[in-house]
C-alpha cells in the first residue's frame, strides 16, 4: 500500500480513521514534555496493560524517560487495511517503540487482548525468558466489553446513572463550532450495573497480579496500581456515584485485598485517582467533555495538568521519591489541582450558565475540540496534512 492523503472521517465524539504522523507526532509531544532524569543502577521492569493510550501511555513513557524502566506494554490494536487506517492506539504504540529504542529502552509492546487467558500466559513466558519479576505493574485499561476468561461470557458496560434518569447540559460541536445541548440517560438497571462492574472492577486487575504471584515474578517490594477517577459534584450522577462508579468502588475493593491476601508481605497495592484528562474514554462519558472544557478555562494553561504531568508525580511517589500521597482510603491522590475548593467553585458558576460561558468566548471548548481531535493524531501541530502517508504502519517487532 503506497502513500495516501488522508482526511479524518468524524461522527460526534467518534473518528473512525487516524492519521500516522499525527499520532506519531502526539507521542512525540508527551515525550518531550516530560523532564529527563539520569537513572542508574538496576531499570525496573513494569508491565503496562493499557499502554497505548491515556494514563497508560502517560505512566509508561515517563517511566521510561525518567527512570529508564523496561518491561512489557500491552494494548489491542487493530492494523491498517487498504480500506481503512490503522486505530490511533496502533501508530502510537509504532512511535513509541521508537522513541524506547532511540533513547536504549528495552520494552517490548504486545497486541492482545488483556483480558484473555492466553495473552497472560503469553506475557508470564516473556517475564520469565526475557525480563524477569515485575516490580510495577500498571492497569490502566479501559473497554466497552470484557469475556469472562473463566465463562467464556461477553459482558458490556454502560454509562448510566444509578437510582434514576440524569439531565444535564452537554457540549456538542457543529463544524467544530461548540454548542449547548442536553443529554438525557436513564436510570441503569441491575443487570447493567453488574455488567459493567464485570468490565471495568477490579476482577481481571486480581487474575493478574495472582498469575505473577503463582509464577513467582512479584519483584522485590512490587508495587501495583489501578487508575481510577472520582472528580467533581457536578459529574457524579453519571460518574461515580454512577455505573462506572461502582466499578470504581470494586476496583478500590480489590486493592484491599489484594494488600491483606495474595500481596500480604510481599508488595501493596494502590488505586491511583487522578484528574480530568481528555481522553478517548473520558470523551464517552455524557457532560464530561462540558465539565473538562470549563475546568480548562477555570485554570488556564498553567494551572493544568496533563496526564505526562501526573504520570511524573506517580512515579515520584512509587519509587519512594516523594512521600505516597495518600486519603483516608488508602488511594493515591493526583487531582488536587483539580478539586481545589475555589477552583470547584468557580466551574459551578460557569456550569450554571454554560451557553452564557461559550457566549462569552470561552477558551475552553476550542481546546477541547482540539484535543479531543489529537487523540486520533488530527489537528497537531507541526504536521502537514496535505502530504501523502502510509497508514500501513508495522507493529513492532519483539526485541532479539
Not at 287 to 299: E, F, G, K, N, P
Request: hydrophobic share 40%.
Amino acid at each position: 500500500m503506497g502513500p495516501q492523503q488522508i482526511t479524518p472521517k468524524q461522527r460526534g465524539y467518534l473518528i473512525v480513521n487516524s492519521h500516522p504522523a499525527g499520532c506519531a507526532a502526539s507521542v512525540r509531544q508527551v515525550w518531550e514534555s516530560i523532564p529527563p532524569a539520569p537513572h542508574e543502577g538496576r531499570a525496573p521492569v513494569v508491565l503496562v496493560l493499557g499502554s497505548s493510550a491515556g494514563y497508560g501511555m502517560a505512566v509508561l513513557l515517563a517511566g521510561l524517560r525518567r527512570h529508564g524502566v523496561r518491561g512489557i506494554g500491552v494494548a489491542f490494536e487493530n492494523g491498517g487495511t487498504e480500506r481503512r487506517t490503522a486505530t490511533a492506539g496502533w501508530y502510537r504504540t509504532a512511535e513509541m517503540a521508537e522513541l524506547a529504542s532511540a533513547s536504549g529502552g528495552d520494552l517490548t509492546f504486545l497486541n492482545a487482548d488483556a483480558y484473555a487467558d492466553g495473552t497472560r500466559a503469553e506475557v508470564l513466558k516473556l517475564l520469565t525468558e526475557r525480563y524477569g519479576p515485575v516490580d510495577h505493574l500498571v492497569y490502566s485499561l479501559a473497554s466497552p466489553r470484557r469475556t469472562d476468561p473463566a465463562t467464556g461470557e461477553v459482558h458490556h458496560s454502560v454509562i448510566k446513572p444509578l437510582g434514576g434518569d440524569y439531565t444535564s447540559p452537554s457540549l456538542v460541536f457543529e463544524d467544530g463550532v461548540p454548542q449547548i445541548g442536553s443529554v438525557h440517560l436513564t436510570a441503569a438497571t441491575d443487570a447493567e450495573r453488574a455488567a459493567t462492574v464485570k468490565v471495568m472492577g477490579g476482577e481481571d486487575w486480581a487474575l493478574w497480579v495472582r498469575a505473577l504471584a503463582d509464577e513467582n515474578l512479584l519483584g522485590e517490594g512490587f508495587t501495583t496500581v489501578a487508575l481510577s477517577y472520582v472528580g467533581s459534584e457536578i459529574t457524579a450522577p453519571v460518574y461515580r456515584q454512577g455505573t462506572i462508579g461502582a466499578a470504581k468502588e470494586d476496583l478500590e475493593a480489590t486493592a484491599r485485598k489484594l494488600q491483606a491476601e495474595v500481596l500480604a508481605g510481599r508488595g501493596r497495592a494502590f488505586t491511583v485517582v487522578a484528574g480530568a484528562a481528555v481522553t478517548q474514554a473520558s470523551t464517552a462519558i455524557p457532560s464530561l467533555a462540558l465539565y473538562t472544557s470549563l475546568l480548562r478555562d477555570t485554570l488556564g494553561a498553567d494551572g493544568w495538568r496533563t496526564t505526562a504531568d501526573q504520570a511524573v508525580d506517580l512515579w515520584a511517589q512509587l519509587t519512594d521519591s516523594t512521600t505516597l500521597n495518600l486519603d483516608d482510603q488508602d488511594r493515591i491522590r493526583l487531582d488536587g489541582w483539580e478539586l481545589d475548593p475555589a477552583v470547584q467553585a468557580r466551574v459551578r458558576e460557569l456550569w450554571a450558565d454554560p451557553a452564557g460561558a461559550v457566549a462569552a468566548g470561552a477558551a475552553g471548548p476550542a481546546w477541547f475540540y482540539g484535543q479531543f481531535r489529537g487523540l486520533y493524531g488530527w489537528d497537531v501541530p507541526g504536521v502537514d496534512y496535505a502530504a501523502p502517508v502510509r497508514t500501513d504502519v508495522p507493529w513492532p517487532p519483539r526485541q532479539p
